[in-house]
């Protein structure tokens, strides 16, 4: 059963990377809000996938819990605030698509450069990035941008709210 699985693995792994190029490039190319976080969301839930297989499952349950569970959520709730009638909604690709495509060009001529440079050292794959190792950076170094990050979060909730009692009173008067 175990050589199955790990016949299974590598396939797996790259049709994940390929579904989460593919929701990563309609994030891009796509222009109307909620079909871009779909496709977000699905992103997300195949790095998901991919870490899983990776074996770095404290962070591939972190990327579905937090991000999709909750940054997802509290995106697609602030695009149902938005006016489906704005013109700017209207085209079916973003401006950006092309900038996204030298991006992504740029992004994996720098892979490719990266990894040959691995291979032509002949040095070793790294050591795996624990949970244990995980903690202690976190939260020795990166607990106050956690703890930013839920501020802006919720100044973001807040100025949306003010946007909605704002348009609502412009409406009645």
């Given amino acids: 059963m175990n050589e199955f699985l790990g016949n299974l693995e590598t396939p797996l792994l790259y049709i994940f990377a390929f579904c989460a190029l593919v929701g990563s490039i309609l994030v891009v190319a796509l222009?109307?809000?909620?079909?871009?976080?779909?496709?977000?969301?699905?992103?997300?839930?195949?790095?998901?996938?991919?870490?899983?297989?990776?074996?770095?499952?404290?962070?591939?349950?972190?990327?579905?819990?937090?991000?999709?569970?909750?940054?997802?959520?509290?995106?697609?709730?602030?695009?149902?605030?938005?006016?489906?009638?704005?013109?700017?909604?209207?085209?079916?690709?973003?401006?950006?698509?092309?900038?996204?495509?030298?991006?992504?060009?740029?992004?994996?001529?720098?892979?490719?450069?990266?990894?040959?440079?691995?291979?032509?050292?002949?040095?070793?794959?790294?050591?795996?990035?624990?949970?244990?190792?995980f903690s202690v950076s976190f939260l020795n170094e990166y607990w106050l941008h956690f703890e930013l990050t839920s501020v802006l979060l919720l100044a973001a909730v807040v100025a949306a709210l003010a946007v909605i009692k704002g348009a609502t009173r412009r409406d009645r008067g």
Avoid: C
């Fill in 31 to 133: 222009r109307q809000p909620m079909r871009v976080a779909m496709a977000l969301i699905s992103t997300m839930i195949f790095l998901g996938g991919v870490y899983g297989l990776l074996g770095v499952h404290f962070i591939a349950a972190f990327q579905v819990l937090i991000y999709v569970g909750a940054v997802m959520v509290f995106m697609v709730y602030v695009i149902m605030l938005l006016d489906p009638r704005d013109p700017a909604l209207k085209g079916r690709f973003s401006p950006l698509v092309v900038p996204g495509i030298v991006g992504g060009v740029v992004l994996l001529l720098a892979l490719v450069h990266a990894v040959n440079g691995l291979l032509g050292s002949g040095t070793s794959t790294p050591a795996r990035f624990g949970l244990k190792e």
